[in-house]
């Protein structure tokens, strides 16, 4: 199938699956004229690829985890492994971070509501 139907069916954009071939994410051959031609395959691929960036994962991580989706062995599966676990660690740092900004900001959103009772009796 060529670049256009591939995006119909997988609902991402043209620019986007070129985007995923220059990152290596996905494959494609060429016509004799020069145009991209995709097999049945990278349908479910770009689902998952879509999946995976819906978790936050960048198209470098990606990269290093498809090995272990396309051929399963004790090799990629050790490497998909401690990457996924090197991005379960960024993201709960993310996450604390993002508790600790939530606590300044309920702070200043305290301060500023105790500053308007102020306003508000004087």
Request: charged share 30%; proline share 3%.
């Amino acid at each position: 199938m060529r670049i256009g139907e591939l995006a119909a069916r997988t609902g991402v954009s043209v620019r986007s699956l070129r985007y995923y071939e220059e990152q290596g994410l996905l494959t494609s051959l060429r016509s004799p004229r020069g145009h991209r031609r995709y097999d049945e395959g990278q349908v479910e691929r770009i689902r998952l690829i879509q999946r995976l960036f819906s978790a936050g994962l960048s198209s470098r991580t990606i990269v290093d985890l498809l090995p272990c989706v396309e051929s399963p062995s004790p090799d990629t599966s050790e490497a998909a492994l401690e990457r996924m676990g090197q991005e379960r660690d960024r993201l709960d740092q993310h996450i604390e971070e993002l508790i600790r900004t939530r606590a300044v900001l309920d702070e200043l959103i305290a301060a500023n509501r105790a500053h308007r009772r102020e306003l508000a009796s004087a």
